[in-house]
């Protein structure tokens, strides 16, 4: 279990590449869309000094103590994320009110997750490129292409695993960290007094004298904690110690001290706004260091993509998504994935994104939505988890989450306003995908519905078996979704055949709440008698169903299963739309357009296809 790993050197470097991508490449453009953005601000030392403070608190605040500090607590049997706090929170609010909003709260966090997924990959990558201008101004026209080539690779790299790329993720990372922090040492020498801004004051006197322009710094500063939700996301894969420890040691410190730089370059060199991270480079350096902001904004893409694979899964295993193809792209780690839709789809977005906004300062205007959303939604799920988990205080948990959500409530405010420049698209592709997720679990349920009301009991169909009913040789196993009642598929097969195999296995496939289940706890197997039995198979919603896997679990509790002599019945269901309650008429028909293009059951849960009978029912909904 990923809470239970201990802490070693290759776990650590590995966090540091896998974890910190993305907000250890904020330094490209920060501070550049603060100043100079679409609402630019006076490049003046009493500016900069007051910038730099509110960029020290944000981090300080958001990511320090909100994530590394408190969220990181929460974490569901060692796994992080919107939707293992979802998980986590719907089990903790059985039976009140609230349960259902949350949950909607925590769909919203998971759709909007695929927006700030395509935009990091296009305004990182885009961002380290554009180091070329400070080379020569002459490479501008080439800044677009060569980022849709790097991309273009990246993506189509996907299908062969992450874990070949994995290895040099760490040390590439940890290169970058101290190459940043160097440059901002260096230039905090020249300009020791910046360091002043540590002083909380500044941040405050920014704010009264220019209230204005300090709403509009908050829209960018908020930049500089992208990624920061990462930390949370990505825990399960290393544990907890490993991410505290790197970001306490490293990733910290190297940050502020390159955000410092930056600040102690425009004091004594306001003109260099136009590129303050690569100004920060003396001229013999520029380029490699662009070769190595390029290399880090990879890794950034590669950790945001790897993210979309898992939050896929997830949402496919909580019933949020219909059935995909998992490719497993390593055999001993279980969390490597490749999720071909998901990664196509990702990538037709990013190149529209590059292609259509053309630079990482149009780009900065679309970002921030996503992610003070999300942090909004995550504050206000840990605040349950601090009253019904932890036990605290309501006067402490009032004062903790409520402090905190106020901060996610000003940065979230400041980035609406930039919903025209750019920011239309992550909110259209969450509405887009929260679309998706919310139809497809509600067409799921009125499924479950009309099945259940057409179903038979299974002691009336058992009293029907008599002389008349043939005994076929050999095993079936009904796959169904019901945990009571006959399924369709055994009533066909009685009615059309009149026929009854030996053994009648009624298998129920579901999804915990936990990220992960032992096998010994896997199945629960009940005896009906006359040769049915009902066996229920548990897995996590981080893994994969393989049911010939589960049914070898049977073997100690006296039914052994001979895949040659077992016969897998599925029913295949047809929908049609109707004007019933239940959802609008659109919806029910994106509903059966997404059952049409699912998955089949069959390669989903890794059932031989040369053993299977599919038998069709239709169903209104």
Same mark, same amino acid.
């Given at each position: ?223 500089s904690v992208t990624g920061g939700e990462a930390l949370y996301t990505d825990m399960g894969h290393f544990g907890k110690l490993p991410i505290r420890i790197a970001w306490f040691a490293l990733v910290w ?53 790897? #993210? ?10 909580? #019933? ?20 071909? /839709? ?41 605040? /349950? ?92 196993? /009904? ?81 052994? /299963? ?20 239940g959802m609008a008429l659109w919806r029910e028909r994106l509903f059966t357009f997404m059952t049409l293009n699912a998955t089949r059951a069959t390669i989903f849960f890794k059932i031989p296809t040369d ?11």
């Amino acid at each position: 279990m990923s809470q239970q790993k201990t802490l070693s050197a290759g776990l650590l470097i590995s966090a540091i590449g896998v974890v910190y991508g993305d907000i250890g490449t904020s330094p490209l453009y920060a501070l550049k869309e603060t100043f100079s953005g679409h609402h630019p601000i006076p490049v003046t030392p009493e500016n900069i000094l007051g910038v730099l403070s509110l960029v020290f608190w944000t981090v300080m605040m958001l990511v320090t103590v909100k994530y590394v500090i408190i969220i990181m607590r929460a974490d569901n049997h060692g796994e992080g994320g919107s939707l293992a706090l979802l998980a986590q929170v719907t089990e903790l609010t059985k039976g009140f009110r609230v349960q259902y909003p949350l949950m909607l709260l925590g769909v919203i966090a998971a759709a909007l997750f695929y927006g700030d997924s395509m935009i990091t990959p296009a305004i990182s990558v885009l961002s380290a490129v554009e180091g070329l201008e400070v080379v020569a101004p002459q490479f501008k026209s080439y800044v677009v292409p060569i980022t849709v080539v790097v991309l273009t690779a990246l993506f189509f790299l996907q299908k062969r695993g992450t874990g070949w790329v994995g290895m040099l993720f760490g040390p590439v990372m940890t290169i970058w960290f101290l190459a940043v922090a160097i440059l901002g040492i260096i230039n905090v020498v020249a300009a020791p007094h910046v360091l002043a801004a540590i002083n909380p004051l500044y941040a405050a006197d920014f704010i009264v004298k220019h209230p204005l322009l300090s709403f509009f710094a908050l829209g960018s500063v908020v930049l500089s904690v992208t990624g920061g939700e990462a930390l949370y996301t990505d825990m399960g894969h290393f544990g907890k110690l490993p991410i505290r420890i790197a970001w306490f040691a490293l990733v910290w410190p190297s940050l502020l001290l390159n955000y410092f730089g930056q600040g102690a370059l425009l004091i004594t060199e306001p003109e260099a706004i136009q590129n303050p991270f690569f100004r920060l480079s003396p001229d013999w350096m520029v380029v490699p260091m662009v070769l190595l902001a390029t290399c880090a904004t990879v890794i950034a893409s590669q950790a945001v993509i790897s #993210g979309a694979f898992s939050v896929a899964r997830q949402a496919i295993q909580l #019933g949020l998504l219909p059935r995909m193809t998992i490719v497993h792209t390593s055999g001993s780690e279980e969390g490597q994935i490749y999720v071909p /839709f998901t990664n196509w789809t990702l990538y037709i977005a990013v190149m529209a994104l590059v292609i259509g906004f053309q630079s990482s300062s149009n780009l900065a205007a679309a970002y921030g939505i996503a992610v003070t959303s999300t942090m909004m939604i995550d504050t206000i799920l840990v605040a /349950f988890v601090m009253a019904l988990l932890w036990r605290w205080p309501l006067a402490v948990v009032i004062i903790v989450a409520g402090s905190l959500l106020m901060i996610d409530l000003a940065f979230f405010t400041a980035n609406v306003i930039k919903v025209a420049q750019g920011g239309w698209f992550p909110v259209f592709i969450g509405i887009l995908s929260f679309t998706v997720l919310t139809t497809w679990r509600r067409g799921r349920e009125l499924v479950r519905n009309q099945v259940k009301k057409l179903a038979v009991p299974l002691d009336v169909v058992m009293r029907a078996l008599g002389s008349d009913i043939a005994r076929a040789r050999g095993t079936a196993v /009904f796959l169904t979704a019901a945990t009571d009642g006959v399924p369709p598929a055994l009533l066909h097969n009685l009615k059309h055949n009149q026929t009854v195999h030996q053994r009648v296995v009624l298998a129920t496939v579901m999804t915990t709440d936990s990220p992960y289940v032992p096998d010994s706890e896997r199945i629960e197997l009940t005896t009906l008698g006359n040769g049915f039995y009902r066996l229920l198979i548990r897995y996590g919603f981080m893994q994969t169903p393989d049911v010939p896997a589960a049914l070898a679990l049977c073997k100690p509790l006296g039914l052994e /299963f001979n895949m040659m002599s077992t016969s897998f019945f599925l029913s295949r269901e047809s929908y049609v739309p109707s004007l019933n309650p239940g959802m609008a008429l659109w919806r029910e028909r994106l509903f059966t357009f997404m059952t049409l293009n699912a998955t089949r059951a069959t390669i989903f849960f890794k059932i031989p296809t040369d053993r299977v009978v599919e038998l069709g029912t239709q169903l209104e909904i």
